[in-house]
């Protein structure tokens, strides 16, 4: 139902049904007392699970993953990207943040030819992109830029984890299987890719 509901909502924009490019980061978000199993996410002082997420360009999850919290990005990015390029093929482009660079970078490459991704920025704000070869550059940030700085299609990702912690049932983890958290996640983001839909027809 939510990819009938993403491709709809694609079409909608103007975009072809079957995305070519996705973003990919993690979260890590609190769990309750009976929330099942539960780890400590020393980087963002977080007890509780994370949630690993590709989404299109517009936003739209393509595949979520929920671990501990203590796992890593880059070991947690396996799975859900192969979730994702099982289903879509056609991507050819992966946004990334330096978390995932390394021997995560290498696995991705040789298990969905994508290439390892270049970093533009300077450390420790380093971003790139997986992607094919012969792609133009669709992803740079310029190398004299401080602080903070929105970089293009990165953002998205982060936009959508505001989207599902809107829903009071994902903003902490109650339930005692990843699996349900995890269908959690599906119902919250095809609830609102309906209501786009349905206020927009």
């Known amino acids: 139902m939510h990819d009938r509901l993403r491709a709809q909502w694609r079409e909608r924009e103007g975009r072809d049904p079957m995305p070519g490019a996705a973003v990919l980061d993690a979260q890590s978000t609190r769990s309750s007392a009976q929330g099942g199993t539960s780890g400590y996410d020393a980087a963002k002082k977080t007890r509780g699970r994370k949630r690993h997420v590709l989404v299109d360009t ?27 390029m099982k289903k879509y093929a056609e991507i050819s482009t992966v946004f990334v943040d330096e978390g995932y660079a390394g021997r995560c970078a290498q696995t991705i490459h040789q298990q969905h ?15 790139g992109r997986w992607c094919t070869q012969g792609q133009e550059d669709l992803f740079t940030r310029r190398p004299d830029a401080n602080g903070f700085i929105v970089l ?42 309906l209501n786009r839909l349905t206020r927009l027809a």
């Open 58 to 84: 517009l936003g739209s999850i393509l595949a979520v993953s929920v671990t501990t919290a203590s796992v890593q990005d880059r070991d947690g990015a396996h799975p859900v990207m192969a979730n994702g």
């Open 113 to 127: 030819d994508i290439l390892r991704p270049r970093s533009y920025a300077i450390q420790p704000m380093a971003v």
């Open 152 to 193: 293009p299609k990165r953002w998205v990702v982060e936009r959508t984890h505001a989207w599902i912690e809107k829903a009071r049932r994902l903003e902490m983890h109650h339930d005692r299987r990843v699996e349900v958290s995890e269908a959690w996640v599906w119902l919250a983001a095809g609830r609102q890719l």
